[in-house]
């Protein structure tokens, strides 16, 4: 069995006659002492059903954790490498060969030293302690219309191990979103460039979640991220939840609710829905473990950013489009001139001289450049119209 589009688990149910269910566990857990992430995880499986309801004893598994880019775990943009041990523990039970790896941030002429993120995330030190394979995700094979990392075919199952953050880009990077670091190398570029419209691009996201859906996806939100995310811009959030689930529409329909957006903000999540491949009606998830009602969690602060014109209708949108504007902007005392947003940039409209020059004519409001940041140097302004409604 190997992962195709129509995922694995499904196949896996359809040969058991089971049922099929939009359920997604929520589970608390107070930090990343490993004793606690280790039962917080079973606990968040164990709700589903056990992990025997979504991976097949004996078989290979692709773990893929969000590893965007080289920062500690302590800095909550990659998920943490308690939680991926805690898979590979459970999976070893069930005798399952496992796999671990992810396509860290790669944009322009610039590749993310996949060494270092693996070093600095601390993930090669649990698959070194664990005796797992890490591999990197440099050879492809044209899937649909993307190239993804062939580790997929060599796979019978995977595993996402997402983040639980906002997103410049997209408002929020959780179980869809996470699968795009599936895509090979530069083309990810490509990508950001070609459908540099949040609409769009939630359209390709959601392409690629068609062509290569988890078996199993587990939320990292024990220390999560509010404000402009993914990456060094955001700020940390306790939060202190995993959250579990195969279907990933579902699972970011309740990261959504407990981030307090409305799920209709939510580009991709309404996207999937929309072409049958999750449920985003929270009145049709069920959820076990914590009532998120009753936790009473302030919501998400969210990122300063372009994605907040697309809450206006269609027509206002267009008229107001040219006049309501995010920029990015060189925060210069952060700045260490690493050059790294201007090899990173898809529309080459960063020049570095004794500062940063950004080239707005050019600018698509992608925030690759914020995201790649090390230092979080590059913050958002507004147009005055932008800044006069309040958005
Ligand atoms: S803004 Fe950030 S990425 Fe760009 S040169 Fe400065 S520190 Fe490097
Ligand atoms: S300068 Fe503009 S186009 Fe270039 S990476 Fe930053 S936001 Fe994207």
Redesign the pocket.
């Known amino acids: 069995m190997r992962i195709k589009g129509d995922g694995s688990i499904r196949r896996f149910y359809e040969e058991e006659n089971r049922p099929l269910y939009s359920k997604v566990s929520v589970v608390k857990c107070a930090g990343y002492e490993p004793a606690g992430v280790e039962l917080a995880v079973r606990n968040t499986v164990n709700l589903l059903g056990g992990i025997t309801n979504f991976i097949k004893p004996g078989s290979r598994v692709l773990v893929k954790p969000n590893l965007l880019m080289s920062k500690g775990p302590e800095c909550a943009i990659t998920t943490h490498p308690e939680v991926v041990r805690a898979v590979i523990h459970i999976l070893k039970e069930i005798n399952c060969q496992v796999i671990a790896g992810d396509g860290p941030s790669v ?1 322009g002429k610039y590749i993310e030293n996949v060494d270092q993120v693996y070093d600095l995330t601390g993930i090669r030190k649990v698959c070194r302690e664990e005796d797992v394979r890490l591999v990197t995700f440099d050879k492809r094979r044209m899937r649909a219309k993307f190239p993804l990392t062939t580790w997929l075919d060599e796979c019978d199952h995977l595993i996402s191990l997402p983040k639980f953050k906002t997103h410049e880009f997209t408002l929020l990077t959780g179980a869809i979103k996470n699968l795009f670091g599936l895509v090979s190398g530069t083309y990810k570029t490509e990508l ?1 460039k070609d459908y ?1 419209e949040p609409p769009e691009f939630a359209k390709i996201l959601v392409d690629i979640y068609q062509e290569a859906r988890p078996a199993l996806t587990i939320i990292d939100g024990i220390l999560a991220m509010e404000g402009d995310g993914p990456a060094t811009s955001g700020k940390l959030r306790a939060l202190g939840l995993l959250l579990g689930g195969a279907d990933c529409v579902a699972l970011d329909t309740v990261m959504a609710k407990i981030m307090g957006i409305s799920n209709q903000e939510v580009l991709a999540t309404k996207e999937a829905a929309r072409r049958g491949l999750g449920e985003n009606q929270l009145s049709r998830i069920k959820i076990e473990g914590e009532d998120i009602d009753k936790l009473n969690i302030r919501p998400f602060i969210l990122p300063v950013n372009s994605v907040k014109i697309n809450k206006l209708p269609l027509a206002v949108k267009k008229i107001l489009k040219s006049l309501i504007r995010y ?2 902007y060189c925060l210069d005392p952060k700045c260490i001139h690493c050059g790294r ?1 201007v090899k ?7 020049r570095l001289s004794a500062r940063i020059h ?3 004519k ?9 995201e ?1 940041c090390p230092e979080a140097a ?1 913050g958002v302004k507004k147009s005055i119209l932008a800044k006069i409604i309040g958005l």
Request: proline letters at 7%.
């Open positions: 944009w950001h540099f920029y990015p947003c990173v940039c898809p529309r080459q409209c960063i950004f080239d707005y050019k600018c698509i409001a992608c925030f690759c450049c914020q790649s590059i």
